[in-house]
Antibody, heavy 121, light 107 residues
């Protein structure tokens, strides 16, 4: 079945850019049924949808993060990625990649286990 | 943005009891675009219910969802030991947002 695995640095310095990658297995990232999402979870803000991407490259961003956010897809590697610039301590969270069915406005049918990111000097 | 408020924050119950969890939206959610997730400590959330009342694949029938408009409910008919966890609701009528969670703990 579909599985997602996040990878990236566990520690990022303030003002730098956070890069994360999600590898999709057990299915194709070029599926026409799925959108691929990033969601983060922190004690202060709870669960927060960051943004989503379709295999074609069309992106959908949370307005509160849009100015700092880039999500991209590499269909040849079955991967999609997140870059969040100018990070602060408020960006410290567990970052999950996930899949959504049929729409970027949809429920999450499969979650990655998540990767903990700490923003600190 | 649609804000979801879950209540209670914590529910203390015994195995075998019935759990009723509430999720209230700041504005009406059209077409019942509401989901529920279960999260155990240190794990990712797991989809339980989508479209208000549809159980996800493999979810036992002791879990049920109901509601419409701004008021939604997740009911666990008889709590099993593995059901003690945190539960979140999520709306997907507009850009997805989540409730803050209800913890179901052993009394």
């Amino acid at each position: 079945q579909l599985q997602l695995q996040e990878s990236g640095p566990g520690l990022v310095k303030p003002s730098e850019t956070l890069p994360l990658t999600c590898t999709v297995s057990g299915g194709s990232i070029s599926s026409t049924s799925h959108y691929w999402a990033w969601i983060r979870q922190s004690p202060g803000k709870g669960l927060e949808w960051i943004g989503s991407i379709y295999y074609s490259g069309t992106t959908y961003y949370n307005p509160s993060l849009k100015s700092r956010l880039t999500i991209s897809v590499d269909t040849s590697k079955d991967q999609f990625s997140l870059k969040l610039s100018s990070v602060t301590a408020a960006d410290t969270a567990v970052y999950h990649c996930a899949s959504q069915l049929y729409s970027p406005n949809s429920y999450i049918d499969v979650w990655g286990k998540g990767t903990t990111v700490t923003v600190s000097s | 943005e649609i804000v979801l408020t879950q209540s209670p924050g914590t529910l203390s119950l015994s195995p075998g009891e019935r759990a009723t969890l509430s999720c209230r939206a700041s504005q009406s959610i059209s077409s019942s675009f509401l989901a529920w997730y279960q999260q155990n400590f240190g794990q990712a959330p797991r989809l339980l219910i989508y479209a208000t009342s549809n159980r996800a694949t493999g979810i036992p029938d002791r879990f049920s969802g109901s509601g419409s408009g701004t008021d939604f409910t997740l009911t666990i008919s008889r709590l099993e030991p593995e059901d003690f966890a945190v539960y979140y609701c999520q709306q997907y009528d507009l850009s997805p947002t989540f409730g803050q969670g209800t913890k179901v703990e052993i009394k």
